[in-house]
């Protein structure tokens, strides 16, 4: 005997890519990551080609010269008591921005403990550190600059694609480091307001504490890469 099957029951249910799919069209959450998240780690990676382009730039354009390289042991140190310390004020740097990525998380747990005015004060420190990276940055600029004659088109004392490559690479992740200091102050301020706060005090969704956290963890590293390549080599 044959059955009848009505159309009904021949539609086979959707997949996993026409799930997807109806999640993405209606703005629904894709592989139980949030959009503000899903977008920072997108924003994240194409930075990471940025980095990487300028910094491999870098190294060719070093490994290519034919005019000796500048030693950064003495291109970027200071003179305490009257002896030239190398590598101190970079080092200062590091530290600052490392301990940072420490106050950093800590912010985002006390942030998932709901703990925000705890949170938001951790984030301020955060800033703080990141105001004082720039600030030296800005003075080893100032140093190189008006005492060094170090310029984007040459200096004195060996490749003229010196000047170039740090003020390019330095300068740009110094953007970020200060992009990254408004960002927390911002979120920071609204922290406190109670402006990421459930209605009727039920809590509240402080995940952009993390997704900002992603950012500025995202700066340390950079720097780390950056410190390796440009001070250390």
């Given at each position: 005997?044959?059955?009848?099957?009505?159309?009904?029951?021949?539609?086979?249910?959707?997949?996993?890519?026409?799930?997807?799919?109806?999640?993405?069209?209606?703005?629904?959450?894709?592989f139980?990551?949030?959009?503000?998240?899903?977008?920072?780690?997108?924003?994240?990676?194409?930075?990471?080609?940025?980095?990487?382009?300028?910094?491999?730039?870098?190294?060719?354009?070093?490994?290519?010269?034919?005019?000796?390289?500048?030693?950064?042991?003495?291109?970027?140190?200071?003179?305490?008591?009257?002896?030239?310390?190398?590598?101190?004020?970079?080092?200062?740097?590091?530290?600052?921005?490392?301990?940072?990525?420490?106050?950093?998380?800590?912010?985002?747990?006390?942030?998932?403990?709901?703990?925000?005015?705890?949170a938001?004060?951790?984030?301020?420190?955060?800033?703080?550190?990141?105001?004082?990276?720039?600030s030296?940055?800005?003075?080893?600029?100032?140093?190189?600059?008006?005492?060094?004659?170090?310029?984007?088109?040459?200096?004195?004392?060996?490749?003229?694609?010196?000047?170039?490559?740090?003020?390019?690479?330095?300068?740009?992740?110094?953007?970020?480091?200060?992009?990254?200091?408004?960002?927390?102050?911002?979120?920071?301020?609204?922290?406190?307001?109670?402006?990421?706060?459930?209605?009727?005090?039920?809590?509240?969704?402080?995940?952009?504490?993390?997704?900002?956290?992603?950012?500025?963890?995202?700066?340390?590293?950079?720097?780390?890469?950056?410190?390796?390549?440009?001070?250390?080599?």
């Amino acid at each position: 005997m044959n059955s009848v099957t009505s159309p009904a029951s021949t539609a086979e249910p959707p997949g996993r890519w026409r799930q997807l799919v109806a999640d993405w069209s209606s703005d629904q959450r894709a592989f139980q990551v949030s959009w503000g998240k899903a977008m920072m780690w997108i924003f994240l990676l194409s930075d990471t080609f940025i980095f990487s382009c300028f910094l491999t730039g870098y190294m060719t354009v070093r490994i290519a010269s034919t005019i000796p390289w500048p030693n950064p042991s003495l291109v970027f140190g200071l003179k305490i008591g009257g002896a030239e310390v190398p590598l101190l004020l970079i080092a200062i740097m590091t530290f600052v921005l490392i301990s940072s990525s420490g106050t950093m998380a800590m912010a985002v747990n006390f942030a998932y403990r709901r703990e925000r005015v705890k949170a938001a004060l951790l984030m301020f420190v955060t800033a703080a550190f990141g105001v004082c990276f720039v600030s030296m940055q800005v003075f080893e600029w100032s140093k190189l600059i008006l005492q060094e004659g170090v310029r984007p088109w040459g200096n004195p004392m060996g490749a003229p694609q010196f000047g170039s490559t740090f003020f390019m690479i330095t300068g740009f992740h110094g953007l970020h480091v200060s992009a990254g200091v408004i960002y927390l102050i911002t979120v920071a301020v609204r922290l406190l307001k109670g402006r990421y706060d459930s209605p009727g005090g039920t809590g509240g969704n402080y995940q952009i504490v993390e997704i900002a956290g992603l950012y500025w963890h995202f700066v340390d590293l950079v720097w780390v890469f950056i410190f390796a390549l440009f001070y250390l080599w």
